[in-house]
């Protein structure tokens, strides 16, 4: 079975510097990747994924994830962050082959201040 | 607009009053799941269903049941809620159990 370790709970950070949301994965198998948001008082939306292909992954709001299969890991970066990037965030994980359910991590909160 | 929606948005009930929280999707999705999010635990699978009539259990089903009799709705049904069930639900669907999840809004569900 898969699992999903985020090593940070919190990760205060001022606007406009940039950060890095860590995310490492446990599989036996090859896996899907993923990275949703929650703002506040909201569900959860998709942020990027990676399923195959290339390792490096962007979403359309400036942030990037990058699959390193060696270090089991998908960190989540961005070169500059907003006060609108401000919510919870959660790396989950899932594996290609057989009946394999999302499992997510615990999420990481991000907290831009001016 | 493809969506995932619940309702209520927010119930606050009674121990032992039995309630239903509905979950709906126009995705034409086979897989749906219902999850609970509580404080420093992320987000925990209560159950899921891969089809119609075909549910099982996730990692925390105690207290909790579904069904799927259309491919559209997923209610969870609570019979006997406990003060240890108030938490944050969320609804989900996806074309197969391993891709990518679409959610509801969450139902914030409080027992007194």
């Known amino acids: 079975a898969q699992s999903v370790t985020q090593l940070d709970s919190q990760v205060p950070v001022f606007e406009e510097a940039p950060v890095e949301l860590r995310c490492n994965y446990s599989?036996?198998?090859?896996?899907?990747l993923f990275w949703y948001v929650q703002y506040p008082n909201q569900g959860l939306q998709l942020l990027l994924k990676y399923l195959s292909g290339s390792t490096l992954v962007e979403s359309i709001n400036g942030f990037e994830a990058e699959f390193n299969k060696s270090q089991t890991s998908f960190h989540l970066r961005k070169p500059s962050v907003h006060i609108s990037d401000t919510a919870e965030y959660f790396c989950a994980v899932s594996e290609i082959a057989g009946y394999s359910t999302l499992t997510f991590g615990k999420g990481t909160m991000l907290l831009v201040s001016p | 607009e493809a969506q995932v929606t619940q309702n209520p948005r927010y119930l606050i009930t009674v121990t032992g009053k039995k309630l239903t929280v509905t979950c709906s999707q126009n995705m034409n999705h086979e897989y749906m799941s219902w999850y609970r999010q509580d404080p420093g635990l992320g987000l925990r699978q209560i159950y899921y269903s891969m089809n119609v009539e075909v549910t099982d259990k996730g990692d925390v089903p105690e207290g909790y049941k579904v069904s799927r009799k259309e491919k559209r709705n997923f209610p969870l049904i609570l019979e006997s809620p406990s003060p240890n069930q108030t938490s944050l639900y969320f609804c989900?669907?996806?074309?197969?159990?391993?891709?990518?999840?679409?959610f509801g809004q969450g139902t914030r569900l409080t027992v007194v």
């Open positions: 599989s036996s198998v090859s896996v899907y």
């Open positions: 989900a669907s996806s074309d197969r159990m391993n891709t990518e999840a679409f």
